[in-house]
């Protein structure tokens, strides 16, 4: 990657501003120059499945059902590189990758200056994403930031609103029956078109989902909730103000008791993740702060959710701590303990343009027993 050294990688923030179209087609010019990124765009990579014309033809009509005005940026896009929408990568497909991360909200009543918080570290190989931060804003949507997949999708993001979603993969390598959007379809769709948790637990019952998903929402209210997804399966737990246990997580395995029978991948690693969350915040609470969050993050399992075994397909590629009472998100790219790593602020304001990091990936192999499998349900 242009002599960057093997421990490292590139990370990229764009701010894209203009109708659908324009950003489509704008994203494709940026990308010709940046071979990092353009096979997350096109040509379709070596995991997707390429769809014919005619099905992409199909394929786009479908997501632009869901999220409208993706289209016009797949078609931007297309045309600036003069190919057909069927050689634009966010159509090529069911991808055969995930990420296998942690993710957190924290209530206002159980944080030190009542704010709310959402953290996030996103667990995965180095080529499994396109590493860049996206602020969008397009006329008629709401303004979002958060990183991108196949370019057009979203990991996760907050929006002007005050809308939060955060995603991890609920039963990896699994793939549920009939057809759905990807989830990096649906966190853009919700982030497009939502401005609370209730909206956005109305708009995903009606999206159909190919894929197996824990999402999290929140809100600047203080309204959260937890949305456990295997494609037409779906579960449901709201915490809000009030609510006995003030703060919601996920990793990678179902937790609610209707889920539970499609929890047929849960992992050691998984629980002891969630076992570290939940532990942490529990010893915390009611004065969980930046430091707090900043903590569970950055260290290691199992007192943290930090992992270092990139060579293995999980490494820490990013975390993320997103202020909804502020409205702006701190991230570290790369592995947040590495002391050639820092956390930076963003918001949803910043000016049109380009700005590249280097992030530090601190390589070191699994342990033993680290992707044993357990019993669906079981916590080892």
Known sequence: MNGIPSDEVSFSHVVLEGSPYEIGRLQAEMLQADPQRTAYLTPTLPFLERYTEEEAERELAFLDRYCPGIGQEVQGAADALGVSIADIAFLGGKPRSGGQCSHLTVLPSAAADGHLRVGQNIDCGPGDLDLRLCTTRVPGKAAHIGFSDMIMGRVQGMNEHGLCVTTSWGTPGAWPE????????????????????DEAVDTIAGIPIGWSTNYIFADKSGQAALVEVAGAH????????GSQVPFVCATNHYTLPEMIPHDIRRMRQSVTR???????????????????????????????????HYSSGLGTLWSMIFDLTEATVEICFGAPSSERNTWRTFGLWDPVGET???????DAPAKEGFWERLPPGSDG
Do not use: N, W
């Open 274 to 308: 969630y076992r570290a969350i939940t532990s942490r915040l529990e010893g915390a609470v009611p004065r969980v702060d930046g430091d707090t969050m900043r903590a569970l993050l950055s260290e290691p399992m199992p007192d943290g959710v930090c992992t270092y």
């Open 356 to 362: 590249r990091y280097v992030a530090h990936l601190p």
């Open 234 to 241: 779906r579960g449901v737990r709201r915490v809000g103000p």
């Open 178 to 197: 009939g057809k759905g959007l990807t989830y990096f379809a649906v966190v853009r769709a919700l982030l497009d078109r939502c401005q609370t948790v």
